[in-house]
């Protein structure tokens, strides 16, 4: 095992207060696939009460010490994440070769994924892994309905976990998924109960391996056929899933172009993006996928998954005109194409 | 880092892209072929793109210039040297790229 000199896949898990976040990593931790994994809680006030329940992993536990983690995150989750190489490097702590976090119930992930990703010397230890949210059937409606928080939670998972479904009926169920499926329709979502195994490929499987990526993206085609041209904005707050489309393929230069630009001047107001691009020059699809201001490397894939060659973008945003984008697409990416009246209008 | 000019290499932004499938590279190439592309949008605002370096300048017409290291750092210089905001959601801009392209 190489821990410390290879990228080390960090995975973030979120949830609101009591969804069963670390339950969740209990029962993922207790698998010996994942026994190479060092876990940090971010605490919230005084006393670290999830630390007390993460028993199996306690020499790899490392606290944060000053509260939210998306109001420090750039001290001491960075020295935080820098002392735990600096401990496996010493020999303190066994070499590790993934990392998870787990935020507070209260803390909106976005930031914290864009930290992550963005700070140069955490670029160097880390890769960004999957971002996956628990939401409980009991309280997960009433929670999505109350808190921007579990929203934006929600709103940027690559998986969402639904908790607790053995303590509710069929109709809370179907309520929730429904609202989830509002939210973020680009996520793989899971039903577990209290006494499920989550699977392995929570924290294996990455859009960064090749092995996966084509597994990975595949929750995202679903948004497209679920969602089609509508903007699905949830009941409250004006989160939602769009899917933006172009039929021919398009230069490379001319999507950067765009796609910086946009993130610039509305990067904030874009919670996720995930898109399959049809490259002009390429016989195979590019992923680009990014959280607000921060685009990850783009990423070729070996084939289109579902044999449709279309650039096809998923869009998790706030505020944001879908028909204004698609012709803002058009315009930058397709030069010479004719803008369709439905998508002029504003 | 170039030894004759001692910049430091920023290949590595999202805006260059995946490269080749093949694993194949063409630096100069591709960062001449996205100031070109980039000029086509930037003449809106009267800004102009060339690749310098393994860098880019970025030049008002009024002589003003900026370098900056990749496409996604284009906007934050652009807007400084123009006075105004670069939003590609901006009707107008997309009027004028509408026009352009017919």
């Known amino acids: 095992m190489s821990g410390v000199r290879e990228p080390v896949v960090a995975h973030l898990i979120t949830g609101f207060l009591g969804a069963g976040k670390t339950s969740l990593l209990n029962r993922l931790l207790a698998q010996p696939a994942l026994a190479d994994t060092a876990v940090i809680i971010n605490e919230f006030g005084a006393v670290g009460i999830d630390h007390l329940l993460v028993q199996s992993v306690d020499d790899d536990v490392v606290l944060l010490k000053s509260g939210c983690i998306c109001c420090t995150i750039r001290v001491d989750l960075k020295n935080t994440i820098l002392s735990l190489f600096e401990r496996a490097r010493r020999g303190e702590i066994p070499p590790f070769s993934r990392l998870v976090i787990e935020t507070t119930g209260l803390a909106d992930p976005a930031p914290i994924i864009a930290t992550l990703s963005a700070d140069l010397m955490l670029k160097y230890h880390l890769r960004l892994g999957n971002v996956i949210t628990v939401v409980d059937v009991p309280n997960g409606v009433a929670n999505l309905n109350g808190f921007a928080e579990s929203r934006r939670q929600v709103a940027v998972a690559d998986h969402i976990i639904i908790s607790k479904s053995d303590l509710a009926d069929a109709a809370a169920l179907t309520g929730l998924r429904q609202q989830l499926g509002r939210i973020n329709g680009a996520a793989n979502v899971v039903v577990l109960d209290e006494t499920g195994e989550p699977a392995q490929a929570l924290l294996l499987d990455t859009l960064n391996d090749p092995a996966s990526r084509e597994a990975a993206v595949a929750p995202w085609l679903g948004a497209n056929s679920g969602l089609g041209h509508e903007h699905e904005a949830s009941h409250h707050g004006t989160i939602g899933t769009f899917v933006l489309e172009a039929d021919q393929a398009i230069a490379w230069p001319r999507f950067a172009l765009w796609l910086s630009m946009l993130i610039h001047s509305h990067g904030r107001k874009i919670l996720r993006l995930k898109g399959l691009i049809d490259i002009e020059g390429a016989e195979t699809p590019v992923v680009v996928h990014g959280v607000q201001h921060l685009i990850h490397k783009p990423l070729h894939l070996p084939g289109w998954p579902d044999g449709v060659r279309r650039t096809r973008i998923v869009v998790i945003g706030e505020g944001l005109d879908r028909e204004l984008m698609q012709r803002s697409l058009a315009a930058f990416c397709l030069p010479g194409q004719e803008v369709q009246p439905e998508q002029a209008a504003q | ?102």
């Not at chain 2, 070109?36 to 060339?50: C, H, P, T």
């Not at chain 2, 590609?88 to 004028?96: H, M, Y």
Request: charged share 25%; net charge neutral; proline share 5%.
């Open chain 2, 1 to 102: 880092m170039c030894g004759l000019c001692g910049v430091l290499n920023h290949a590595d932004h999202w805006t260059s892209g995946p490269g080749e499938a093949s694993g194949a590279t063409r630096p100069a190439a591709d960062r001449h072929l996205r100031a070109v592309a980039a000029n086509d949008v930037l003449a809106l605002f009267g800004l102009k793109l060339e690749s310098w370096a393994g860098r880019y300048t970025l030049r008002s017409r009024t002589g003003k210039m900026a370098v900056v290291d990749n496409l996604g750092a284009v906007w934050v210089e652009a807007e400084k040297l123009i006075g105004r905001p670069c939003d590609p959601l901006d009707p107008a801009v997309l009027a004028q790229l509408e026009a352009k392209g017919r």
